[in-house]
């Protein structure tokens, strides 16, 4: 071992040269194996590198992932490894056995290869078939010990499935972006490569954990508010805290107690990263894909549904893999028929751009006008398609105390709602996913409601107040509501 400013300088280059940053998000202790042409030499990451490179001039960029990765201490260590120069390949040996550790990736910096491996690699010394024995049944342990801590963890189900999508996902998504149905949606044309190929995100991949989450809140019943146009309406799963946080932290912990007992490589997804999180579900069997694309599903005896969060840990173990469920639609057409605009184009597809969830969340401009009317009093997102679904008849309510309704949410008047001034609008969506639209969006989705909604003195006064919006997007919204008031 050298003392630590020693290595200073070859671990700046290594980071500056490499892509080592994405690496750090691996909470393992990482190893990089330096080829040279005359000896090997190991930079060992055990402890922590984020003073290293805060000494070196590298910015808080790298401290914040190691920091978050709880590696406490900064110790960067220099080991010659003497060993492998005396050892000669076996035969068929790979470079991962060779090293007697789990390969990473290799990276390439000018004229040198560095070779990225984890340090904590149980050995199995003994038989090599008996040593495979074991690995299997320890990974089949693990797998039931994962279920039991996510259900721990307030997960409803979770199942392992392999990294690789089938090639008609591949397919089926490059033509849903070609036909444009993704609207503004550029990211998803961005990464679709990404999407596809779940090694981009995670060079060693092997599987894929999904699970999930049931949201259903204790809420004023949705019907009776979609039948009330006076009342705004707020997609089910909004009504309580941003169900990213709540997933994401969940899962984040059941892979601390994956790691805790097997040292593994693990990267957490909820939403939050170009991942094809239905396809990966159906294809363990969280589920079956409805026609109206959401994932549904069947907890016999009764408990069923489309009502729930999805999210997925990306694990380098080759965990035993869940088989598919069949598809439970049959005939029934009920969601295509019940969408407000038509939206569900075709049995499992989806064109964003008339979908009401689309064009109240994602949507930034004008919402076209001809859709506006069949909008209804749904101010951020849409439960039509679920509501009507046989299976969500027996979709059970979430006892989870961050999904529960915040601000009376569930059946407030748009009235109410479109005073909001920015100030109100942020304060009283701290912490929700509603927030993310901001208050422009707000009082363009709630204006549109108001020129739905029943003719009447307090619609036309709240309209006209917001006549003079300093937001061009408001002031157009208002406009056509007004004309719609009789105003
Ligand atoms: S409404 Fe019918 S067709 Fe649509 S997802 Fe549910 S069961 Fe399938």
């Known amino acids: ?143 039931v010990a994962t279920r039991q801590w996510a259900s721990e963890l307030g997960f409803s189900a979770l199942t392992i499935g392999e990294a690789e999508l089938f090639p008609d996902a591949a397919e089926g998504l490059r033509g849903w972006l070609a036909a444009g149905c993704h609207g503004d949606m550029h990211y998803m ?46 997609s089910r799963y909004a009504l309580g805290r941003d169900y990213h946080k709540t997933v994401r932290t969940r899962l984040q912990k059941l892979a601390e107690r994956i790691i805790r007992a097997v040292p593994a490589s693990t990267r957490v997804f909820t939403d939050s990263a170009p991942v094809l999180e239905v396809e990966f579900a159906q294809r363990s069997g969280l589920g079956w894909r409805g026609k109206h694309t959401l994932l549904i599903a069947r907890d016999p005896p009764r408990s069923s549904g489309s009502c729930f969060f999805i999210g997925e840990i990306f694990i380098d173990l080759p965990l035993p893999v869940d088989a598919p469920v ?97 100030a109100e609008f942020l304060q009283r969506t701290a912490g929700s996913p509603i927030r993310r639209i901001g208050h422009e969006r707000w009082l363009r989705n709630i204006a549109v409601a108001l020129g739905n909604a029943p003719r009447s003195p307090e619609a036309l006064a709240a309209l006209r107040a917001r006549a003079e919006d300093s937001s061009d997007l408001v002031r157009e919204h208002v406009r056509w509501a007004l004309g719609r008031q009789g105003g």
């Not at 939206?343 to 597809?349: G, N, Q, S, W």
């Not at 076209?368 to 979709?395: A, F, H, K, M, S």
Request: aromatic share 8%; charged share 20%; proline share 7%.
């Open 189 to 234: 044309a961005r990464h679709a490569s990404v999407r596809a190929h779940p090694v981009e995100l995670m060079p060693n991949v092997s599987r894929v954990i999904s699970a999930r989450m049931h949201y259903w809140p204790d809420a004023a019943p949705a019907a009776e508010v979609l039948g009330n146009g006076a009342l705004a309406y707020v």
């Open 326 to 422: 069949s598809s439970h639609c049959g005939r029934c057409t009920a969601c295509l028929d019940a969408c407000p605009t038509g939206a569900i184009v075709a049995p499992y597809r989806l064109d964003a751009r008339r979908c009401i969830s689309y064009l109240t969340i994602e949507h930034p401009s004008s919402i076209p006008e001809p859709l506006r009317p069949l909008i209804g009093n749904r101010i951020y997102g849409c439960d039509d398609c679920q509501l009507v679904c046989p299976w969500n008849r027996y979709t059970p309510q979430s006892s989870e105390k961050d999904f529960a309704v915040r601000n009376g949410l569930d059946c407030a008047s748009l009235v109410s709602l479109f005073v909001w001034s920015e």
């Open 1 to 143: 071992m050298r003392p630590l400013h020693e290595a200073d300088a070859l671990a700046r280059k290594i980071f500056v040269e490499s892509r080592i940053q994405e690496f750090l998000g691996t909470r393992q202790a990482i190893k990089i194996k330096m080829i040279q042409v005359y000896s090997r030499n190991y930079i060992r990451f055990d402890q922590g590198i984020s003073w290293t490179f805060y000494r070196s001039g590298i910015p808080h960029g790298s401290q914040n992932p190691t920091n978050k990765c709880c590696f406490s201490a900064p110790q960067v260590a220099f080991q010659p490894d003497v060993q492998s120069r005396r050892e000669r390949p076996r035969p068929g040996q790979s470079r991962a056995q060779r090293e007697r550790g789990r390969l990473i990736g290799k990276l390439h910096a000018g004229n040198e290869v560095f070779i990225i491996g984890a340090m904590n690699e149980i050995e199995h010394p003994g038989h090599p078939a008996k040593d495979a024995c074991a690995r299997t049944a320890n990974l089949a342990t693990l797998a």
